[in-house]
Structures are given as structure tokens and as C-alpha cells.
């Protein structure tokens, strides 16, 4: 069993943290009606082949399994194959610009300091109501220009999103999707009410600039609109809040590599680095095939829905020697955390620069970093995302 597993209280769905996998690089998970892809370079071939892999794996639901009425996946970039996608990345990756992100510095480092105050007058800390949380979607909300003091709403509505404890199957797929349509009308409701004023009212915002947005010539359409306003403000702070608490997580469990990342902070993003390896915040993604193909000694058919496990791969011995040790100096560190090919994570480069900040200033702050033995972690028990919902500090 891992340090991690037998120090905090790892849930069962989280199988890749209980040891190592024994069983092929792909297998068919019959119950599941799916294909599931755990080796690395058999998830690499997956991620970099989108013509094979799709990304639309709603096209193989059936139709009687998706739900009624309201629900568009129009600009919904995860959903997306070439050239769609490269069309709509390319417009919001200029609103991701590496300078847009640097100048972000400043307000991070402040926010941090006024979150980290304000749980000190409290007079208790838990990292992830009192930071991991309230930094990213702060940020987020005031890239977008949604009010940040709606985080209560996010919260409630990415909860009501992600929160799963069920392994993933065709069926399960069909009833969440069914649990999620509340939340989801909810925030489109929320998101299309402020893209309208946007259309009166201008702003320097990333909404102003997707309403205001042309692609091949015309303006995008209310519903890619608001479904790309969706993914920005869930994934611009979910992926953000897993990183910061398990980094955390780590260096507890790791002192010996906290005590290196305080004496030379210059260490700290491969600490970054190797959390996103160890505990993956996103630990799989779907894809649905279109022809057969041959993965890993196996043919999969057409129309088949594959997971590529992220949080498998990114401990695969075959590419990471000791995959259950923490260890910020591996070299090379070709992890997949943040996925890889055409859908590399948008914001990979804003999770980092909040990353490095806030466990800059949590380091300076808090020395030693040390969970509180009388009031465990707790993990998320949904199986495809690793990340701690509750993580008091001493």
C-alpha cells in the first residue's frame, strides 16, 4: 500500500493510489459497456489522435439515454474534434496570453495574503474553504467579469456537476447527465443573463470578448457563447483548487521534500509538476472511436467509448521509475495532468502561476505545512477527479 493510502483516507474508486495495477495496458470493462486505457503510451497514442479518437462522446450515447429538452453541447470545447476546436481554442487562447497570465501575478499574491488573513482572524484554517477554493474562482470570475461574490452559486452548481462516487458506465453516463441538467440550465441562465448585458454594455472582460468574438467571419451564437463561458468558469477553477490541496497533501505526506521546497523555492514548480503525476486532479477523459483500431494489443471496434486514465498513466513504471514516490527532482517529468495533444488544458499556464504563488506565500506563513491528525482529509469520492474536499491545517 502507498504512504498516501495508508496516511490519509483514500477512497476505494481511487484504485491507482492502493498500489501498483496489475492487468493489461487496455481492457474492456463489459459491465461498463467501455474500453478503459491505463498504460502511458498506450493513453499517449489515444490523446494524440483525434481523427481515431474523437472527443464527441456524446455521439455514441443513445439517443434515447440523453436528456430531453435544453441541452446543447455547441461550444462546448471538450466535446470538440479539428476544426471546430482548433477555431474556438484559438479565440480564447488569445485572452490566455502568456503576458495576460503573467500580469495576473500581483492580484494572486494579494488575493492570497487577504484569504490567508482573513482564516487567521477565524482563528481556524482548512485549506480548502479558506483558499484552494476562493483564489481560482476569484480569479476566474474577474477574468470573465461574473461578480467573484457569486462563488457560493459556483460552488453549489460544480458540486452538483462533479461530485460522483460511482464508476463511470453508459448507463450511470445516461443518469448523470439527467442529475446535472438543473444545475447546468441554472448556469446557463446565470451565464446567457450576463452575456446579454455584455451585448449593451462592453467591458474588458473574456465575456465581453466572446460576445464580441467572429469566427470565420461571424459573431459566435448565444448558446456557444454560454457553453464556453461554462467550461471556462468550472475547469478555469476546479482543476486550481485539486492542484493546491494536493500539493499540500504531498508535503505532508513528503516532509523531507517540504523542507527542500522551503530552503529553495526555486524547486517549487517541479513540486507543482510532480503533485499533477501523483495526484492527478482530472484522472480521466473520454473518447469515442471512429473506425477500429488496434491500442495496445487489442482492437477496439468503432463507436466504442474509451476513458484514457490520466492518474493510471501518470504512474505507468514503464515511463516513471518508483511511480508511488513523491519526487520533484524526476527528470524527465512527461506527466499527462493536464492531458496532452490539441486538448492540452487552456489554462494549464494560469493553474501553475496560482499554484506556485499561493504555496510560495503558504510556505512563508506556515512553517511547517501539517495536516491536523484529530480531523482528517477528505478526499472527493467522484473516481474521475482526485482532489481533497476538506483539508484542515494545524
Not at 466535446?79 to 481554442?89: N, V
Not at 512553517?367 to 478526499?379: F, G, W
Request: with cysteine.
Amino acid at each position: 500500500m502507498s504512504v498516501i493510502a495508508e496516511r490519509y483516507n483514500i477512497p476505494e474508486q481511487h484504485f491507482w493510489l492502493h498500489g501498483p495495477r496489475s492487468g493489461q495496458p487496455v481492457e474492456f470493462d463489459a459491465s461498463a459497456g467501455m474500453w478503459n486505457v491505463y498504460g502511458y503510451p498506450e493513453l499517449h497514442e489515444v490523446l494524440m489522435d483525434p481523427a481515431t479518437f474523437s472527443s464527441n462522446t456524446m455521439r455514441v450515447v443513445p439517443k434515447e439515454m440523453l436528456p430531453k429538452e435544453g441541452f446543447s453541447l455547441e461550444g462546448f470545447i471538450t466535446q470538440l474534434d479539428p476544426p471546430e476546436h482548433g477555431k474556438l481554442r484559438k479565440l480564447v487562447s488569445s485572452a490566455f496570453t502568456r503576458k495576460v497570465v503573467a500580469d495576473l501575478e500581483p492580484r494572486i499574491a494579494a488575493l492570497t495574503h487577504e484569504l490567508l488573513d482573513e482564516a487567521r482572524d477565524r482563528g481556524r484554517f482548512e485549506l480548502v474553504t479558506d483558499l484552494a477554493y476562493p483564489l481560482p474562482v476569484i480569479v476566474i470570475a474577474e477574468l470573465l467579469g461574473v461578480p467573484s461574490s457569486d462563488r457560493a452559486l459556483f460552488k453549489k452548481w460544480a458540486d452538483a456537476l462533479f461530485q460522483r462516487d460511482a464508476k463511470p458506465t453508459l448507463e450511470r453516463r445516461a443518469e448523470d447527465l439527467d442529475a446535472v441538467m438543473k444545475p447546468w440550465r441554472e448556469m446557463s441562465d446565470y451565464l446567457a443573463d450576463h452575456a446579454a448585458e455584455r451585448k449593451l454594455r462592453p467591458r474588458a472582460d473574456l465575456l465581453t470578448r466572446l460576445v464580441e468574438a467572429e469566427v470565420d467571419g461571424e459573431r459566435l451564437p448565444d448558446d456557444q457563447v454560454v457553453n464556453f463561458a461554462i467550461i471556462l468558469l468550472l475547469a478555469g477553477h476546479i482543476t486550481t483548487t485539486m492542484l493546491l490541496g494536493n500539493t499540500v497533501l504531498c508535503l505532508d505526506a513528503f516532509p523531507d521534500q517540504q523542507d527542500k521546497a522551503r530552503a529553495d523555492r526555486s524547486t517549487i514548480p517541479d513540486v507543482i509538476e510532480e503533485s499533477l503525476r501523483f495526484l492527478t486532479p482530472f484522472a480521466a477523459v473520454g473518447r469515442a472511436t471512429t473506425r477500429e483500431v488496434e491500442l495496445g494489443g487489442v482492437t477496439i471496434p468503432a463507436d466504442q467509448v474509451v476513458m484514457g486514465w490520466l492518474a493510471v498513466a501518470n504512474r505507468d513504471p514503464r515511463q516513471f521509475p518508483n511511480p508511488d514516490v513523491f519526487d520533484p527532482g524526476r527528470d524527465p517529468n512527461p506527466h499527462v495532468g493536464f492531458g496532452r495533444g490539441i486538448h492540452f488544458c487552456l489554462g494549464a499556464p494560469l493553474a501553475r502561476l496560482e499554484g506556485r504563488v499561493a504555496l510560495n506565500i503558504l510556505l512563508d506563513r506556515l512553517n511547517p505545512l501539517r495536516t491536523n491528525p484529530d480531523d482528517p482529509a477528505e478526499l472527493m469520492p467522484t473516481p474521475t477527479m482526485t482532489g481533497v474536499r476538506r483539508l484542515p491545517l494545524l
